[in-house]
């Protein structure tokens, strides 16, 4: 499976971003999807996950309320709709994809990774 995230970009504190991911050469459906985020020098930071149907997902706390995971089964596309941005979301941020059931927070459980994009939160 190939991931190709994108939708970063510079925005103002208060702000919204959408992440996209586009799946190719695979069936999206059978795989939970996961958004993750890590600065320079840090550990990846696991952001939302979704289950395959979209049925069931889970976020870190810091984002809750603000964040929302989503995706199109018809379109392979999972999607990261980022609300009320703060400059502590200045990351970049890679989508991953797994074959289980539910969802997923440990970023070692995942098979493939995206590129990152990059989003940066002014103040």
């Known amino acids: 499976v190939q991931l190709q995230a994108s939708g970063g970009g510079l925005v103002q504190a208060g702000g919204s971003l959408r992440l996209s991911c586009v799946a190719s050469?695979?069936?999206?459906?059978?795989?939970?999807m996961g958004w993750f985020r890590q600065a320079p020098g840090k550990e990846r930071e696991f952001v939302a996950s979704i289950s395959r149907r979209g049925d069931k997902t889970t976020y870190v706390d810091s984002v809750k309320g603000r964040f929302t995971i989503s995706r199109d089964n018809d379109k392979n596309t999972a999607y990261l709709q980022m609300n009320s941005l703060k400059p502590e979301d200045t990351d970049v941020y890679y989508c991953a994809a797994v074959s289980v059931s539910g969802t997923a927070r440990m970023a070692a459980t995942y098979d493939y990774w995206g590129q990152g994009t990059l989003v940066t939160v002014s103040s």
């Open positions: 050469g695979g069936t999206f459906s059978t795989y939970a």
